[in-house]
């Protein structure tokens, strides 16, 4: 953090002249920077790298645009830390300018001035050029020169901006590191006294009073040799939000809503000679069902738009229009939402742009109303009074019923008389992430290598990545990449044979392995064998506590959403002697700590069947919910299934299990298989 002061993420951010942002400018600090905190008496940790003196930044809000001046001073204890000498700085010119306005050594309580001698050294470089964006980023760098452990390095420099799309509006955020360290640390916010700007910290910073300073009113929060923050372990990521001050001149979020909407319906205006009306006319023409139109609009900007993030000249916030994305063959989720809009518009399917947070938005109801807490738009599409959310950065999205269930629980409709904020309400998945089958045939003996199949059932946005690596390998590079996939998995399988497919109907990556394998049997000829099966035990859950100091009434998060399916086949050979083939398994049906655990067993003609799986319901539970489901957690039985030969039966057992009783017809790769459980 401390070596990329210049590049700080800032949500406003401003172009001087274009002569001056393509540059590193150098001179002093504005006069309204404070001098920097006095050095602290704490003692740096025993091994530690470095001992921050100060790191100081300063928010100034004005007519023009917004300042953050960013300031720090380290003592280097190791020569781990010499990397800080190398400093990096990246910014937009087309939306901002940088001044550095100084660098100095301090050596035996005297400075050395880095500056007099060296000098940034500027690049375009796209930084994310490898995730498909184009951000216009000019790169400064600077080898500080000569540095030695023991030397303390000092370094500050003001970003000045206004954002060329929301620039006539204020919204930003400061933030202080949670951890405990010695130092004096300060965050500052200072505004016209005239001017409405809302602003909060966080309930640890405590109470926080503007004071006037002139004909500005400035707030600020100073740490001086800090303890770490005492995070809430396990809950979810609202209560662990800490040293935060944000700061918005946005009314609330319908002001958002009315500023953004306005850019897409600019956006996603069709003009009557568009290229793009012969598209919306070939799925008109197809079918005038909603969902098959929504269906046909969302492949074609999918299929036919590949992903880029364009960021240049100001289109951070503003969507490309639909013509230049159609043009080009490339967008953002920008460009690709206003894209999506305009066709289904067209088409008569009610649809808005909605503004998300892909980390999931936890808390965004408790902060101020403002754009950069969002890095996402997509659109909602309501056919029959159902939502769907269609997002056009996304492939392979076929189906409107395989499109998983949105992961955010906020969203920000946009709206030309202004949206509110949305809860979302969690969806647990309809289909598993992954079904992991196993086919096991041993007619040929239990001591003979069994004839096994294997087949992974695979869903979820990264298998796209993995079905187009597959697709793009040579027969023989791809074989090798499954057997190396499989080695990995099952290991006890020797493999004849791999495949791998991908079905479009049912939206899932299906890779399979046949080969010959020994399961591990123990006992005795005399006693008889018995062995367990594979996928066929589930895990006891652990429990969930946090220390006595931590909040103990917080909601613990679930990991969600989730869903892991395993089925096993397993063929044994005919009895004879005096013993019949048993199965020793329980069959469970119970949900523990906003999880369900399900697993069914049969066995009937030789044939034992297996199938188990676990889903979380809900992203969170309460205090009181974990304490009961903790206390239930001993008596979870995770013991794993057991085939075995029994001496004490006089026929062979039947043992039926409803939801297995299609057997080899069951297709684990379709919808509604017996991983939901039985009445799901």
Not at 10 to 25: E, P, Y
Not at 585 to 613: C, E, F, H, P
Not at 654 to 661: A, F, H, N
Request: proline share 6%; charged share 25%.
């Amino acid at each position: 953090m401390l070596r990329s002061i210049i590049g700080l993420t800032v949500a406003a951010i401003a172009a001087n002249t274009a002569l001056a942002a393509d540059k590193v400018q150098y001179g002093k600090p504005a006069a309204w920077v404070l001098p920097t905190p006095a050095p602290t008496e704490g003692i740096a940790q025993v091994g530690a790298a470095a001992r921050t003196i100060y790191s100081d930044t300063q928010t100034r809000v004005g007519d023009k645009g917004d300042d953050i001046y960013t300031a720090w001073r380290i003592r280097l204890l190791t020569a781990d830390a010499l990397s800080i000498g190398n400093i990096a700085a990246s910014w937009n010119p087309a939306s901002g300018s940088a001044t550095v306005h100084h660098l100095r050594i301090w050596r035996d309580g005297k400075p050395i001035d880095v500056l007099k001698k060296a000098r940034f050294a500027v690049v375009r470089q796209e930084v994310n050029l490898e995730a498909s964006m184009l951000t216009g980023i000019l790169t400064a760098s600077l080898q500080t020169p000569g540095l030695q452990v023991g030397d303390e390095l000092e370094f500050a420099a003001t970003i000045h901006g206004q954002d060329p799309t929301l620039g006539d509006h204020h919204f930003g955020l400061s933030a202080l590191p949670p951890q405990g360290n010695p130092g004096a640390y300060r965050m500052r916010l200072s505004w016209p006294a005239g001017q409405t700007l809302r602003w909060q910290g966080t309930a640890d910073m405590g109470e926080l009073t503007p004071k006037a300073e002139d004909n500005y009113k400035a707030v600020d929060y100073t740490l001086r040799d800090p303890k770490s923050a005492t995070p809430t372990d396990g809950a979810p990521a609202r209560y662990n939000v800490r040293r935060l001050l944000e700061y918005s001149d946005f009314t609330d979020w319908a002001d958002v809503s009315r500023r953004m909407w306005g850019l897409f319906d600019e956006a996603s205006a069709l003009k009557p000679g568009s290229p793009l009306r012969q598209e919306i006319a070939k799925i008109a023409a197809a079918d005038k069902n909603p969902a098959a139109r929504a269906e046909a609009a969302l492949a074609l900007v999918q299929n036919h738009i590949r992903y880029v993030y364009v960021g240049l000249n100001g289109g951070n916030y503003r969507p490309a229009t639909i013509d230049e994305s159609w043009t080009r063959r490339f967008g953002d989720c920008k460009a690709k939402t206003a894209l999506l809009l305009a066709i289904l518009r067209e088409l008569d399917v009610p649809a808005e742009a909605v503004l998300v947070q892909t980390a999931g938005g936890d808390g965004l109801d408790q902060r101020l109303p403002s754009p950069v807490l969002f890095d996402h738009v997509l659109v909602r599409a309501t056919i029959g009074d159902k939502p769907y959310w269609l997002d056009g950065t996304r492939l392979g999205d076929q189906h409107l019923a395989l499109i998983p269930p949105p992961s955010f629980r906020w969203v920000l409709p946009l709206r030309k008389e202004g949206g509110t904020l949305e809860a979302v309400a969690p969806t647990a998945p309809k289909e598993p992430q992954l079904i992991g089958f196993e086919e096991v045939d041993m007619r040929e003996g239990i001591a003979k290598p069994a004839r096994v199949t294997l087949r992974n059932i695979l869903r979820g946005d990264e298998i796209y990545a993995m079905r187009t690596m597959l697709a793009s390998l040579s027969p023989e590079e791809a074989d090798r990449q499954l057997q190396s996939y499989w080695q990995q998995q099952a290991d006890w399988v020797d493999a004849d044979k791999v495949e791998w497919r991908y079905a479009e109907n049912q939206a899932a990556l299906i890779l399979t392995l046949t080969g010959r394998g020994k399961l591990e049997w123990k006992g005795s000829d005399q006693d008889g064998w018995y062995s367990y099966m594979h996928g066929a035990g589930l895990y006891a859950p652990n429990k969930r506590k946090r220390p006595k100091e931590q909040d103990q009434s917080a909601p613990f998060a679930i990991e969600f959403p989730r869903f892991r399916c395993w089925a096993t086949v397993l063929r044994l050979p005919k009895p004879n002697g005096n013993w019949h083939w048993n199965v020793a398994g329980k069959r469970m049906n119970r949900t523990l700590g906003g999880v369900a655990y399900w697993r069914g067993i049969s066995i009937n003609d030789n044939v034992v069947r297996s199938v188990q799986s676990t889903r979380s319901l809900t992203p969170e539970i309460s205090a009181e919910d974990v304490r009961t489901a903790n206390d239930l957690i001993p008596g979870f039985d995770n013991d794993m299934t057991r085939v075995e030969q029994d001496f004490t039966l006089k026929a062979d057992v039947g043992r039926s299990e409803p939801m297995l009783d299609k057997g080899d017809q069951i297709d684990w790769a379709a919808s509604n298989t017996p991983c939901q459980g039985p009445g799901k």
